[in-house]
């Protein structure tokens, strides 16, 4: 019995990888994929990347993403920022890194910015 193909002898189609564990030059397809989002910038700030960051932290379960090693759950991010996300969920890093760069100084009772603006008569 003979099975023809369609897909021009890729199974995920065209352009994408051939399902086979290497490249043509040895290296894994994954590895490939880590070595192209080092060269990317940094996912949070834009900057030069160099490390690559798991959004789903690797310590925690993957909810919905596939697994936590896979390739949607890798960006490109430097140093600074991986090492400032440690192993804190994408939404909590963001509001921290958000809210951390406001003073947290306690408002007088009396001050402008607390009082209602007076509606005119």
Known sequence: MTFVRDDAGNPLGGG???GSP???DGESHYE???ALLRRD???YCSGPGGTVDHVEPRSGPARGIGTVT???NTVGA???CNGAKRDLPLLVHLHRRRWSRVPSRPR???SRSMT???VAA
Do not use: F, N
Request: with cysteine; glycine share 8%; charged share 20%.
């Open 70 to 72: 896979g390739w949607v």
């Open 108 to 110: 007088r009772r009396g």
């Open 41 to 43: 910038p940094c996912a």
């Open 16 to 18: 994408m990888p051939s």
């Open 22 to 24: 290497l490249r043509a």
């Open 32 to 34: 490939a994929w880590l």
């Open 78 to 80: 430097c140093a600074r």
């Open 116 to 118: 209602r603006p007076s």
